[in-house]
């Protein structure tokens, strides 16, 4: 058998990629898809996986780079999204402690949790702020749909990202 030995520059490499790969899908890719009326948000479940799988510290740092991308393509104050992802990934990061790497429940519950913080987040900065008080329009066609849709690629995202874990341990 093959063993794969992997330096901490290739996974710092493998890492940014994912995050790229990630980035692009979300802001290139899905917009394209008609059916969607909400998108998963890719960013989100990477940031926090990365947070449960490799502690607060690489969580902190993934939630800094994906938070500065959408800083950077979406228009608004800068530090708006590095900080919702940096908050994210730290939190979530806390919980690798306890963490058991088998398990597909937590990171499903965190998915959830992470998803509603997330929309809760914009929702407040965006259009609580301008007195747009219109939250069950809101809960009902923005955050459930892109909540459910989150969790739904949460489990196909992590199963990768928590495999790619297991190699690099190695």
Known sequence: MVKIRFGKFSKILIHVLIIFLAFFIQTSIFPLIPFFAASPNLLLIITFSYGLLYGEDIGIITGIFCGFLC????????????????????????????????????????????????????????????????????????????????????????????????????
């Open 71 to 170: 800083d950077m393509y979406f228009n608004g104050d800068f530090g708006f999204y590095i900080l919702i992802y940096s908050v994210i990934g730290f939190a979530n990061g806390v919980l690798n402690e306890s963490f058991f790497d088998n398990s597909i429940t937590l990171p499903m519950i965190l998915s959830l949790v992470n998803g509603f913080a997330y929309n809760a987040y914009i929702y407040m900065t965006h259009f609580l702020v301008r007195r747009k008080f219109d939250i069950p329009y809101y809960v009902l066609n923005i955050i459930i749909p892109s909540v459910l849709f989150t969790l739904i690629a949460t489990v196909l995202i992590y199963k990768l990202l928590y495999k790619l874990n297991l190699i690099h341990r190695k």
